[in-house]
């Protein structure tokens, strides 16, 4: 069965790719002249905050601070190692965000294919209601779910932060649209080898759907690691602390410790950076796939 059903999926792949021509040696065009700039545009944040980084503390404070340092100075970076839990800041906020994207990709898929593709009493009014909830603010939610996570016993701890990015409303939207623009026909074939719901579902859906759940652990990473305010409340712990509360804790109303904050900003950048380095063939697809007609 499993060798039938991986066959059908192999299938299916083939299938959904369209033929590629042959690419011979890419010519510049005038575009490339105006995307150059921009893409620098979108750069030039990062690298003055890396400049700023491996600045001398005398020149952060200086008016008008220069663009570029006088000499190379690593001394924030020793600082923020040496003085401050950096490591277990970045220790909690990995443990976030890789429970986030790992419940975003079981539960969101399960969902989004179930309203995809299974039919029962309701099915349009339940998304409909689940897309609606993204219209609600943030900030209306605040106290009852503080109210309810302080019932459970989840404030100040990892479990205030984890909870709340099991999954999304977002994310089942996505896959379900991801999983309608898939052929019927997939399915079919897989019911006629013989395959149930689940098989069918785990052998030939699924591996179609690499693209769109690489997006879905983009956008999670993004907002679980970055997320800020509903930490800075829910968590009152210095070991629970993710990386970005524990930036947040340079800054006062008296005195920004900007060593610290600009080099804490350049460790906490890099592993998005990286990730979406490794995952951006797979967002590109997604993109392209999209806009495909099944």
């Known amino acids: ?153 989840l404030v100040d701890g990892l479990g205030a932060a984890i909870v709340p990015w099991l999954a999304s409303a977002f994310g089942i939207f996505l896959m379900r649209q991801f999983f309608l623009s898939l052929p019927p026909e997939l399915e079919e074939a897989g019911r006629i080898d013989g395959g149930n719901r689940w098989q069918i579902f785990w052998h030939v859906i699924l591996p179609l759907a690499k693209p769109a759940l690489a997006t879905l652990a983009i956008f999670t990473l993004l907002s679980s690691w970055n997320d800020l305010v509903w930490p800075l409340i829910a968590i009152n712990n210095d070991e629970a602390f993710t990386v970005q509360l524990g930036l947040a804790n340079f800054q006062s109303t008296r005195r920004t410790q900007w060593e610290l904050l600009m080099a804490g900003n350049v460790v906490a950048t890099l592993p998005l950076i990286l990730f979406f380095l490794f995952a951006q063939k797979q967002f590109v697809a997604t993109m392209t796939l999209t806009g495909m007609k099944g």
């Open 1 to 153: 069965m499993a060798t039938i059903l991986s066959n059908a999926a192999t299938a299916g792949a083939r299938a959904a790719e369209a033929p590629r021509p042959r690419r011979g040696k890419r010519r510049m065009s005038g575009w490339h002249f105006v995307l150059a700039p921009v893409s620098l545009l979108f750069a030039i944040p990062f690298v003055q905050m890396f400049l700023a980084s491996v600045s001398p503390a005398a020149e952060l404070i200086a008016y008008p601070p220069p663009l570029v340092p006088s000499r190379i100075d690593f001394g924030g970076f020793i600082a923020l190692f040496t003085t401050t839990d950096v490591v277990r800041w970045l220790a909690n906020s990995v443990i976030v965000s890789l429970s986030a994207i790992v419940s975003h990709l079981v539960l969101c898929s399960l969902a989004g294919y179930g309203f995809a593709r299974l039919k029962f009493r309701g099915r349009t009014t339940g998304i409909f209601l689940i897309i609606a909830t993204i219209m609600i603010p943030t900030q209306l939610l605040m106290i009852p779910t503080y109210i309810l996570f302080s019932r459970w016993g």
